[in-house]
């Protein structure tokens, strides 16, 4: 308690008697030997950083505050006129502020503090050439000085000038994607489809392909669509630009029944699938050549077309009301576009009406072909689309076809109308 006591009476002291302080060190010996030198009093009474100055992080376009604290800096002011406090930012050497005065030009810069104890480095607008170390300084003898980093961080966005823009390439060709972002920290860059379909990478189907760069060799027509790359380094928000590329191939068709039949007085529907883009021309002509119905054509009494497009594929039917004995015949469906034409024969031929006229049509399932068929007495007709099987052909005007085939049973009497079950035509031709 003495000890206590003595203690607390020098620091008085010292704190009343200036001139103490420039006197060399005594010795005050009370109960045991106790020393307590001038030096450490002075010291006790000089300004110092009551906590180190945090390291901040902030995103790019938003403000900033560095923070300092200083102890007895208003206490010592009384024995010493001039003590200050300064910001100075280190990479430069540049002054910032001293004392309550802001030093430098920067119009984003100001000062604050608090009863000569907290002082406050306001940085508005924080610009990626803020980054760096600030100094808080003290100008005791020798100096005193604290630093503090201010991380300056930027969400990623995308270099137009560097990234592709929407792409139409034809058929076989290779496609290169190129994607470039920048930020801080660096971005991490990958490509996805945006319909979430898998992408093949090195003879995998994967989800997600990382890396700036998006390589499609030998492009197909299933490939396209919307590509998007996305860009992300941990700071909100991640961006995404999305890239559509089209692929160009001459039209192609398949007819799920080459081969159709129908009694007078029925209504008869001819079906068929395009593919092609760009979109093409699509229309249904009689076997003279004579255009019936088209995308641009109304349908009338006699007729009605049906045509739904699905992306570069697109179903045709063509409805024909109240046959007559003239209706039976050859129809054409026809799709062309800039890059070839092709076309597919249905026949139409006539089939005994039923006994009843009110007789209705059922079904059956044939067991060895799984297939639908109609039974009007002993006769069957197929009702359903055929199993394909790719026969790979190859005209001599490089046009490509397939074929279905079927293996019936010699015991199954099927009606001679419709053995051709499911033919598929299909048809390439490429302007050069």
């Not at 000085?145 to 076989?172: A, N």
């Not at 801080?184 to 994967?206: C, I, K, Q």
Request: charged share 20%; hydrophobic share 35%; with cysteine.
């Amino acid at each position: 308690m003495l000890i206590n006591l003595v203690s607390i009476l020098f620091i008085l002291l010292i704190h009343h008697s200036p001139a103490v302080l420039g006197k060399k060190s005594r010795t005050i010996e009370s109960n045991g030997i106790i020393n307590i030198k001038e030096d450490f009093a002075k010291e006790s009474l000089m300004p110092h950083f009551a906590e180190p100055i945090p390291n901040v992080t902030v995103t790019e376009g938003r403000d900033a505050l560095l923070a300092c604290v200083v102890e007895n800096l208003k206490g010592f002011k009384g024995l010493r006129i001039g003590w200050q406090v300064a910001w100075v930012r280190v990479d430069t050497q540049t002054i910032l502020s001293i004392h309550h005065n802001v030093i430098t030009q920067n119009p984003r810069i100001t000062l604050t503090y608090n009863d000569h104890r907290s002082w406050f480095l306001h940085i508005k607008n924080v610009q990626e050439s803020d980054r760096g170390w600030y100094m808080c300084q003290i100008n005791t003898d020798p100096m005193r000085s604290r630093q503090g980093y201010l991380q300056v961080v930027v969400p990623p966005s995308i270099i137009d000038k560097d990234t592709s823009t929407d792409l139409v390439v034809r058929e076989q060709a290779n496609v290169t994607l190129n994607c470039k972002a920048q930020g801080y920290p660096e971005p991490y860059v990958m490509w996805r489809r945006e319909d979430g379909a898998d992408l093949s990478f090195n003879g995998d189907n994967v989800n997600v392909i990382d890396g700036e760069t998006l390589y499609i060799t030998k492009v197909s027509r299933l490939h396209m669509g919307a590509y998007l790359c996305i860009a992300s380094n941990g700071v909100p928000p991640s961006i995404s630009k999305r890239v559509m590329l089209k692929v160009q191939f001459p039209p192609m068709l398949s007819i799920p029944n080459q081969l159709e039949g129908a009694y007078v007085g029925q209504d008869v529907n001819l079906e068929c699938h395009t593919e092609a883009f760009p979109a093409s021309i699509n229309y249904w002509t009689t076997e003279k050549g004579d255009m019936i119905v088209s995308d641009l054509l109304v349908s009338g009494e006699k007729y009605e077309a049906v045509s739904v497009d699905d992306g570069y594929r697109k179903y045709m039917m063509l409805k024909i009301r109240n046959v007559a004995k003239s209706d039976f015949g050859n129809y054409q469906c026809v799709a062309k576009n800039s890059l070839g034409e092709t076309d597919g024969l249905i026949k139409l031929d006539e089939i005994p009406a039923p006994a009843d006229p009110n007789e209705t049509l059922s079904t059956t399932e044939h067991p060895i072909l799984k297939k639908k068929y109609a039974a009007i007495g002993n006769q069957l007709f197929n009702t359903g689309v055929g199993e394909l099987k790719d026969t790979g052909s190859h005209n001599l005007n490089g046009s490509y076809g397939s074929s279905a085939e079927f293996s019936p049973s010699s015991s199954v009497a099927i009606h001679s109308y419709h053995l051709y079950l499911s033919i598929t035509v299909c048809c390439y031709l490429a302007v050069r």
